[in-house]
């Protein structure tokens, strides 16, 4: 159970840093550019705020590495040591894609033979209600990073996570602009 | 005028405090620079200290501390009055948007563990000019939090006394001892759960442990028995509770108060427990997403719990592309643009913006087209600073009452549009978001 105040406080510092090391206020950059380098910060940010205790901080920071465009800035950002363990992590998703393709199947033949329990029987309630909930559970696994082989539990409490953990990214976020809205008119007058 | 009082009490406080020298962030300058106010730069710092009151104001309950944050006496002084208004509506607000944090059970017993983590928490990090808005940040989710707590309690919730049973029963024994050490808050700032750890809350909970622990022993029985009395709720005997506490701390695994006329196999019961603690986190979830007290069923609290993230996710992308915006605008030179739209704008009403946002709307054909593009926030932004500008070329005319009128509309437009924009982010329409482009 990690503090509020100290996750919140650790977010913005990283974010910030980050955000200096991105190096955003140089004009050669595009527009894209920039909107992908901010998004990276803060992934990163929130990610190594969180600590190592969430699969899906790993996750995330995999996600960005593994993507040769943000090599240097997650080198600068995280520190060679740390790009060298994301760069690890985003290796051995590998493993899990395969882990994912055996699921999968196992989920393939158990829908084949609900099919066909299906056809002998009508379809009840608790029936259908199961395979909406598996269904999200599905979506779910693809919207929260790292989520993949987790199941019942394990899932709800990663996703109750990361919702935490968003809900403060957006927060800092919008602090973010409008200060540097503010700022950047108050430096020209 | 209680604010005003305290509030110049809490300044005099803070204007010892210098600025952060060679703090290179400039969020801990625009902070800083609230916290000293050199009377040359008295109107720029006054927009900002009522900004970082504003800010500030959108998470703290406590007025004084809101209050303490700006250095400014006369920015203070109309911004109290201004702000008195609107701190009464965003407490109230609060709850809605930023209130719904849930309790975990686990964190029932870290609480316990960690009895002193508010006070030493609050210590520690009071000292900077960050630690000091996140303290208010972190206290207003306290008080959200608090009420959240006594809510559960009341609830006389029988699973958050199972998970105490299970997850707890080894720590009540640490937990008294590491009772008031504050290092511990160390080992759990990096542990798994919810971000409810606040100093209210963690009163009540070390107060409420004792009865939990008794609760949580009535409940471990043999597996064998059925109970008369067919519920697991809190509130049994506590005599009873008083002999059985020993036991039950020293098992390793939890007894389950089997409930009438349901199957006592061993399967069943683990099958039980496991349900239970899905449905566990499954309220938790509930609390934490928006607009979901209402619904009942998994299916529909997963929906809603996807569709959450999903805008989560996709305002993050666009605040960060915001962002990206803002800072390279900051090198282009826009005042030029601004000055000539904002001249045909003068007269704007200072207070009549109200918490919709629909009142919001005809502000947005305010043609500033490369400052802002588009979004709730942007929707606030341009009316924002059309009002500095206003101030800034009112104040060189030398008028000191638009820089009042324009920190306590400043501070108005702020407040309200943190909460304009929680309550479009927290209706879920995902076909509309509360961003138009």
């Known amino acids: ?60 920071v995999a996600r960005h590495a593994a993507k040769r465009r943000n090599e240097a800035l997650l080198r600068r950002i995280m520190g060679g040591g740390g790009y060298e363990r994301a760069a690890a992590a985003a290796a051995g998703r590998k493993e899990v894609r395969s882990r994912k393709i055996v699921t999968r199947s196992h989920r393939l033949c158990s829908s084949r033979r609900k099919r066909r329990s299906l056809a002998m029987a009508a379809a009840s309630g608790a029936m259908v209600a199961r395979t909406m909930v598996k269904g999200r559970l599905r979506l779910l696994r693809r919207l929260v990073p790292g989520a993949d082989a987790l199941h019942g539990f394990s899932l709800l409490s990663e996703t ?21 809205c503010v700022r950047g008119v108050n430096e020209k007058l | 005028m209680d604010m005003n009082e305290s509030s110049e009490k809490g300044m005099e406080s803070n204007a010892s405090s210098g600025p952060g020298n060679g703090i290179p962030v400039e969020w801990q300058n625009q902070f800083s620079g609230a916290f000293s106010c050199p009377p040359a730069a008295q109107q720029q710092h006054a927009m900002m200290d009522s900004f970082t009151t504003a800010s500030a104001g959108l998470w703290a309950s406590a007025a004084s ?36 944090f849930p309790v975990d059970s686990g964190f029932i017993e870290r609480a316990a563990r960690s009895t002193c983590f508010g006070g030493c928490g609050g210590g520690v990090m009071g000292t900077d000019a960050y630690g000091a808005a996140e303290q208010s940040m972190g206290d207003a989710f306290g008080g959200a939090a608090e009420g959240l707590m006594d809510h559960r309690r009341n609830g006389g919730n029988d699973k958050a006394d199972l998970e105490l049973a299970g997850n707890g029963h080894d720590e009540v024994p640490s937990s008294e001892a590491a009772g008031g050490d504050c290092s511990s808050k160390g080992s759990e700032s990096k542990k798994r759960r919810r971000p409810n750890e606040v100093m209210g809350a963690d009163q009540v909970h070390s107060s409420n442990l004792p009865a939990d622990s008794a609760n ?55 099958e039980r427990l496991r349900r239970e603690k899905i449905s566990e986190r499954m309220k938790l979830l509930q609390d934490l ?46 005042e030029g643009l601004l000055s000539k739209d904002l001249l045909r704008f003068p007269g704007a009403p200072s207070s009549s913006i109200g918490f919709s946002p629909e009142m919001m709307h005809p502000q947005l054909h305010l043609s500033q087209p490369g400052l802002i593009q588009g979004g709730a926030a942007g929707m606030a932004n341009p009316d924002v600073f059309r009002r500095i500008i206003q101030a800034q070329l009112g104040a060189k005319d030398g008028s000191q009452q638009l ?22 982010d927290l209706s879920i329409r995902p076909s509309q978001d509360a961003f138009q482009m």
């Open chain 1, 160 to 180: 109750l996570d990361y919702v935490v953990c968003l809900k403060t990214q957006a927060a800092a976020a919008r602090l973010q602009t409008c200060m540097r």
């Open chain 1, 1 to 60: 159970m990690h503090a509020p105040r100290r996750f919140k406080r650790d977010f913005m510092e990283r974010l910030l840093l980050s955000l200096q090391v991105a190096g955003l206020t140089s004009k050669s950059m595009g527009l894209r550019e920039r909107r992908d380098a901010v998004r990276v910060s803060s992934d990163v940010a929130m990610a190594s705020a969180r600590g190592r205790g969430a699969p899906w901080a790993r996750a995330l």
């Open chain 2, 216 to 270: 949580e022993s009535v409940h471990s029985k043999d597996k064998g028995e059925e109970s008369s009395p067919a519920t697991t709720t809190g509130g049994k005997s506590k005599g009873k509770g008083a002999t059985d506490t020993s036991e039950s701390q020293k098992e390793d695994y939890i007894h389950i108060r089997a409930r009438r006329g349901q199957a006592t196999n061993s399967h069943s019961l683990a």
């Open chain 2, 289 to 334: 997403v928006p607009g979901c007290s209402k619904v009942t069923g998994k299916a529909v609290m997963l929906d809603e719990i996807i569709n959450y993230v999903q805008s989560l996710q996709r305002q993050v992308e666009f605040l960060s592309m915001k962002l990206a915006t803002v800072n390279s605008r900051l090198d282009l030179n826009i």
């Open chain 2, 403 to 424: 820089p009042h009128a324009l920190n306590g509309s400043f501070s108005d437009v702020s407040q309200m549009a943190y909460p304009s924009l929680g309550s479009q």
């Open chain 2, 65 to 100: 501390q809101n209050m303490a944050l700006s250095s400014d006496v006369s920015a203070m002084s109309s911004a109290a009055q201004r702000g008195a208004g609107f701190l009464a509506p965003v407490p109230g607000f609060l709850p809605q948007g930023l209130g719904h």
